[in-house]
């Protein structure tokens, strides 16, 4: 079955520093979605990547899609303490119903 | 608007009871989930409906069952809750697209302990 590989799995960063997460596919993807989870908190859906080497930007982070849809990262530029929390990719293959693959989560521990 | 509303919020369990986690949305998606959360796991897909009626196993099925009676409504079902079963428990909710997995909207998720 499909299977999200997302790195690392632990971020420290100081408050101010760029913080990048890296989400790979075992298969090619329809489209790649990203969620955040503050601690404590449910999953919140940031963006949706659909089409091949997309970059979509968000103020201070950048999403990409891969060329061979494969792959994605998530850049987030001087990083602030709103930031904390789980970011999770979530692949998926066609459309229908049968859920989304998620990665494991980055974590990302920020220290002031 | 209150979106997707999970109930219980937290609930502990002795082993071999039963209990049902109750989700509603009212979004009108046509689309529900269940996902367990699990430390170092991720969320992993335990069960889905595509609509009022009609149910489907997920990655993780083993020990639950689930019924979509009306269509803002997704009951998760543990029969004979085990301490393997202890974690957190999301419900979520999507529109459905031809193609395209649409966004999901999650709970606040339940809390659950089985001793």
């Known amino acids: 079955g499909q299977q999200v590989m997302q790195i690392p799995q632990y971020q420290h960063v100081q408050e101010g520093e760029d913080f990048t997460t890296y989400c790979n596919s075992s298969t090619t993807l329809s489209n790649i979605q990203w969620y955040k989870q503050r601690p404590g908190g449910h999953p919140v859906f940031l963006i949706q990547?659909?089409?091949?080497?997309e970059v979509k930007k968000q103020k201070r982070l950048t999403f990409q899609f891969g060329e061979a849809k494969k792959n994605s990262s998530l850049h987030i530029t001087a990083t602030q303490t709103t930031d904390v929390g789980t970011y999770f990719c979530?692949?998926?293959?066609?459309?229908?119903?049968?859920?989304?693959?998620f990665g494991k989560g980055t974590h990302l521990i920020i220290q002031p | 608007n209150a979106g997707v509303t999970q109930t219980p919020k937290f609930r502990v369990l002795k082993t071999g009871q039963s209990m049902t986690l109750l989700c509603a949305q009212d979004?009108?998606?046509?689309?529900m989930y269940w996902y367990r959360q699990d430390p170092g796991m991720g969320l992993r897909l335990i069960h889905y409906?595509?609509?009022?009626?009609?149910?489907a196993k997920g990655e993780v099925p083993d020990g639950y069952n689930v019924s979509r009676l009306k269509k803002q409504n997704f009951l998760l079902g543990l029969e004979s809750a085990a301490p393997s079963q202890t974690s957190v428990y999301f419900c979520?909710?999507?529109?459905?697209?031809?193609?395209?997995?649409?966004?999901?909207?999650f709970g606040d998720g339940t809390r659950l302990s089985i001793l």
């Open positions: 979004m009108n998606h046509e689309y």
């Open positions: 979520a909710s999507s529109y459905s697209q031809p193609g395209v997995k649409m966004p999901q909207h």
């Open positions: 409906s595509v609509g009022e009626g009609t149910t």
């Open positions: 979530a692949g998926a293959s066609g459309g229908g119903a049968d859920g989304l693959t």
């Open positions: 990547l659909v089409k091949s080497g």
